[in-house]
């Protein structure tokens, strides 16, 4: 396990630890994340990735902006919109439900600016260099996908009506379906705000203020009754910032 993998998931696990029983609706998705970094971190090891390096990087930095998230609420403090409305969704919603808020703020709003953080300008004037950056965080696809069916096991202790266990195949499928549709347009976000970088912090600012806007807005699909993984699977999940105006 890459030392600074394992590093994150240890800081992770001492923030489930100090959770308290009021705040046990944050281990849904705090749980998930953990396994997942440390799918990550072994798929790292077992060579899944053309640049290794790199991904360890951009799997920190990912997670640090999670643990900023969090500690921020923790503290008092105001996280960003789609996180704020994350952590403060009612307590007693499904497992499934703080699952998605969490992968809603944290995929569609933070990974841009992940990959932002360990993709330099000059990276991005390097079309074979660029091309080995997409083709590895494709892969993460794989790695997600692997885990669906364990963290669809994780989330059955929870207890599952009738209905639930007859659409769990397709539930699986439609979580991979998402995953992977939301992963193509975090593409395209980062290099919209890219192109805003370039402009300058102002321009930068602007877009993400953007991008902040329509990943908080998705939490209206995420909270309306009904099977929402079915749901997400037609609708899509992911957010797709327009063209700069």
């Known amino acids: 396990m890459p030392a600074a993998v394992e590093s994150v998931a240890r800081t992770m696990q001492e923030r489930l630890d100090g959770l308290t ?84 703020a944290h995929v569609n709003y933070d990974l841009p600016q992940a990959l932002l953080a360990v993709i330099s300008d000059e990276d991005f004037a390097n079309p074979a260099l660029m091309a080995v950056r997409r083709r590895d965080h494709e892969r993460i696809d794989g790695v ?5 069916a364990a963290e669809d096991a994780e989330l059955a202790v929870h207890g599952r009506t009738l209905t639930d266990r007859v659409l769990q195949p397709l539930n699986r499928l439609s979580s991979k379906r ?8 975090v593409w395209h976000n980062t290099g919209e705000l890219q192109a805003a970088r370039l402009i300058g912090p102002a321009a930068y600012t602007v877009r993400l203020g953007e991008l902040e806007v329509l990943s908080a807005a998705r939490i209206a699909d995420l909270l309306a009754p009904g099977q929402v993984l079915l749901r997400l699977a037609v609708a899509g999940f992911g957010v797709t910032l327009p063209p700069a105006g």
């Not at 998402?178 to 347009?185: C, D, I, V």
């Open 144 to 148: 997600l996908a692997s885990r669906v």
């Open 21 to 104: 029983a009021e705040q046990a609706y944050l281990t849904e998705f705090l749980g998930t994340y953990r396994r997942t970094t440390l799918a990550v971190g072994k798929a790292v090891d077992g060579g899944e990735f053309e640049d290794p390096e790199w991904v360890e990087r951009w799997d920190v930095a990912f997670a640090e902006l999670y643990l900023a998230a969090l500690e921020a609420h923790l503290s008092g403090g105001t996280p960003s919109r789609p996180w704020r409305l994350a952590f403060d969704a009612p307590p007693d919603l499904p497992a499934l439900r703080h699952v998605l808020l969490g992968i809603n």
């Open 178 to 185: 998402f995953l992977r549709e939301s992963r193509t347009k």
